[in-house]
């Protein structure tokens, strides 16, 4: 799951916005030979039911990846 939500920290009492990639879809990724992501731990607090889930990981993607092939027209 790619998400993009804004967190308060419980130190600082900050908002930040980070990617969030669950555990799953970085496995999903590196098992399709993806090798730039710069991760760290990241926990998700659901305070309406006081679960707190911790198989995020906030993500940094290093460079710049070519995702299409050049298509020439003509």
């Given at each position: 799951m790619l998400s993009r939500?804004?967190?308060r920290s419980r130190d600082a009492?900050?908002?930040i916005d980070v990617p969030l990639f669950s555990q799953r879809l970085i496995e999903v990724l590196k098992g399709a030979g993806v090798r730039n992501l710069d991760l760290y731990d990241?926990?998700?607090i659901d305070r309406e039911r006081e679960k707190t889930y911790s198989?995020?990981?906030a993500v940094?993607?290093?460079g710049l990846v070519g995702l299409l092939p050049n298509f020439r027209t003509g």
């Open positions: 939500p804004a967190q009492g900050l908002i990241a926990e998700v198989h995020y990981k940094n993607i290093v």
